[in-house]
């Protein structure tokens, strides 16, 4: 940890930064190991991570909140994802062939409270709910975004703009059934 408050200048920030490290490490580190299934990888992916929450730790208001989580979590996983996705382009065997996949989120149907708003984003694919989550829910904006996914910005809104179609269409449907 001290190389990260080592990149950190202010007090306040390190200490925000050490909330965030108490309180996430564990859940990284799961997180990425259930999508690499390597425990060496599944470190550098937390490593990255901590790196880019540095990078924005001055957006982030309250360390410990489910809109931190939810942050936390799109950037282990999309990290992670990357990561699987490059050394899959890179011929090499690995040593184990089951690389587990992540929790998906609930079925619409098993949501108990919320509106076909909810339903219908819980029912979009996880990359167009996540970059809607951190536009509109967060507050980021495409360029944050991008750079916290590794994404270009012109591919960031261009995902948007599907995930707003998808999560129209969504709506439609739900509306039609009614």
């Not at 408050?5 to 050490?18: Q, T, V």
């Not at 799961?30 to 929450?53: C, M, P, R, W, Y």
Request: glycine content about 2%; some cysteine.
């Amino acid at each position: 940890m001290l190389i990260y408050l080592s990149l950190i200048e202010e007090d306040a920030e390190r200490e925000k930064f050490e909330m965030l490290y108490d309180a996430y490490r564990n859940l990284m580190f799961f997180l990425a190991n259930e999508i690499l299934g390597d425990t060496q990888d599944s470190e550098d992916v937390v490593h990255q991570s901590f790196l880019k929450i540095i990078g924005i730790l001055d957006k982030i208001s309250q360390p410990r909140c489910p809109q931190t989580r939810a942050l936390v979590v799109t950037i282990v996983r999309r990290t992670a994802i990357d990561l699987y996705r490059s050394r899959k382009r890179k011929p090499f065997i690995p040593l184990c062939e089951d690389i587990p996949h992540t929790h998906p989120m609930p079925e619409p149907d098993a949501l108990t409270e919320g509106s076909a708003i909810a339903h219908a984003i819980a029912s979009l694919p996880d990359r167009y709910r996540e970059l809607l989550l951190l536009k509109y829910d967060t507050g980021y904006s495409e360029k944050e975004i991008a750079q916290l996914l590794g994404m270009t910005e012109a591919n960031v809104k261009k995902t948007i703009q599907r995930a707003k179609a998808k999560l129209q269409t969504l709506l439609d449907e739900m509306e039609a059934d009614v």
